[in-house]
């Protein structure tokens, strides 16, 4: 693609993005009548987080997003200040919604409704209103209820909770017909304590087995993990019959160790593949307030859909196949990159990088801004960037026992995610800077090594 200024210079082109307004969560992910069907939490009124609607999108490949009319709005008195995070499931042809209503009262109290819409076509939905009452032992921030069936039938409904102690929790409930909800207790076999709320559960099913994704508020920043203002991560376990999960151990994984990745909703698609998006992302209130393009009306973006899957403890993250579809041909190819500065083709572009045993040392840096490190010795892989508010440099890092393998890039020309060693570890970062510069520069390659780089320019 050439570059054009008449397109605005952080526009993202094959991410979802908020058609104006502010876009957080994913919600209601599904494939129904063929297509897929993304819904979002959206503020088309503004780029602040309040009048939260589900906003709509649907394709075909995953790859081309038709954005349509919000498919439910804060109009009923128990949404009226917001139509919160939730999910979707199909019945017979019909699409159920299950979302949070949201009320706030003059003198700030909240109230929040675990709600239910149907619909017949995936376009038109009717609002049945509120599922259940508020449960009891639980504050009012209970909220984001992610629907699955188990292989017996019965539905199950985890929320995202607050104890009236005011420690974070899941919770869960059952149905026959999704009408009627049985309260289960809190979903965790032992309890957990993990920060002050835990937002957007979800439970991830695999032959051996089950996890629990989640991301909690509150966690306290321990050296280098937690730095985000809130994290979402993972417990491996069991969710028994009886409804509880039973985790393996009491450790709490990051799913992405990059700035903005957070609340993301996975589903099966018909090919039987667990895809997840994430909202990217959430930051500090005065970091969000400084975002290039809110000038352009718009803020954040949903990841790239990611394929998901679990190996010995661990989830990996791997971008999905059909994303292949958009490279364009004829990659550039390196091999021999001692000090090199590489052109790149486009903003939208993939890098992969391939060693085939793992480098001494490594690190590229991407426009001139983002730096990517690898430390053999200490196995310390890093990222750093500069705050588009402090303009300083921050960092982020994980530990690769294992060396580096590999990379996978997938840049925009202000969103990267990058996965590591096949999805093992994932960075999800945004960066805005306002040169035009296009450099790769890669460096610390003392002698010529036993790797490559493709560079394959992407577009719809
Ligand atoms: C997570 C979250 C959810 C809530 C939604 C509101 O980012 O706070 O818990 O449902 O966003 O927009």
């Known amino acids: 693609m050439s570059s054009n200024s008449e397109i605005p210079k952080h526009q993202l082109h094959y ?22 069907h993304v819904f979002f939490q959206w503020n088309q009124h503004g780029t602040v987080h309040k009048n939260k609607s589900w906003g709509h999108a649907t394709s075909k490949d995953l790859l081309h997003w038709e954005y349509h009319e919000p498919a439910l709005e804060p109009d009923e008195w128990y949404d009226k200040d917001g139509v919160y995070s939730g999910s979707a499931v199909s019945v017979q042809n019909r699409l159920y919604l299950f979302y949070t209503g949201n009320v706030r009262s003059v003198d700030g109290s909240r109230e929040s409704y675990q709600c239910l819409a149907v619909s017949e076509d995936g376009f038109q939905f009717e609002k049945k209103g509120p599922l259940f009452k508020h449960p009891v032992g ?25 104890r009236d102690d005011l420690s974070g929790d899941a919770i869960l409930y059952q149905s026959t017909d999704l009408l009627d909800w049985k309260f289960k207790g809190s979903l965790m076999e032992e309890e957990l304590f993990l920060g002050y709320m835990w937002e957007c559960p979800d439970i991830l099913h695999f032959e051996e087995k089950d996890v629990f994704v989640f991301s909690p508020q509150g966690l306290e920043t321990n050296e280098k993990q937690f730095q985000n203002i809130y994290q ?9 019959s009886t409804g509880k999960f039973i985790q393996d151990k009491k450790s709490f994984r990051e799913l992405d160790k990059g700035f903005e990745f957070y609340a993301p909703q996975s589903f099966i698609d018909e090919n039987g593949r667990i895809i997840s998006f994430g909202w990217v992302g959430v930051m500090y209130p005065e970091v969000e307030a400084a975002v290039p393009t809110r000038k352009d009306g718009w803020l954040h973006a949903l990841s790239i859909p990611r394929e998901i899957t679990y190996t010995d403890g661990i989830l990996k993250q791997q971008p999905v196949t059909e994303l292949e579809k958009i490279r364009q041909p004829n990659p550039k190819v390196i091999h021999d990159f001692t000090k090199q500065v590489i052109e790149l083709p486009s903003l939208q572009s993939e890098l992969l990088i391939d060693w085939e045993n793992s480098p001494t040392d490594f690190s590229l840096i991407i426009r001139e801004d983002v730096l990517l490190e690898y430390i053999h010795e200490t196995r310390r892989f890093m990222v750093s960037r500069t705050n588009w508010l402090t303009q300083e440099r921050e960092e982020r890092e994980v530990r690769l026992e294992k060396g580096l393998e590999n990379i996978r890039l997938f840049l925009e020309s202000s969103l990267i995610e990058l996965f590591i060693n ?29 790797r490559m780089i493709q560079v394959y320019e992407l577009e719809l």
């Open 15 to 36: 991410h979802i993005v908020p058609p104006k307004g502010l876009l957080n969560d994913p919600n209601g992910l599904i494939q129904y009548n063929g297509l897929y």
């Open 138 to 162: 639980y504050t009012k921030h209970v909220r984001d209820p992610k629907v699955w069936q188990d292989k017996e039938g019965i539905w199950w409904m985890v929320v995202g909770a607050q």
């Open 232 to 240: 979402t991560g993972y417990i491996t376990g069991k969710f028994a």
């Open 422 to 450: 096949d999805g093992e570890e994932v960075f999800t970062l945004r960066y805005f800077i306002e040169e035009e510069s296009r450099q790769l520069s890669v460096s610390k390659a003392e002698k010529k090594e036993n």
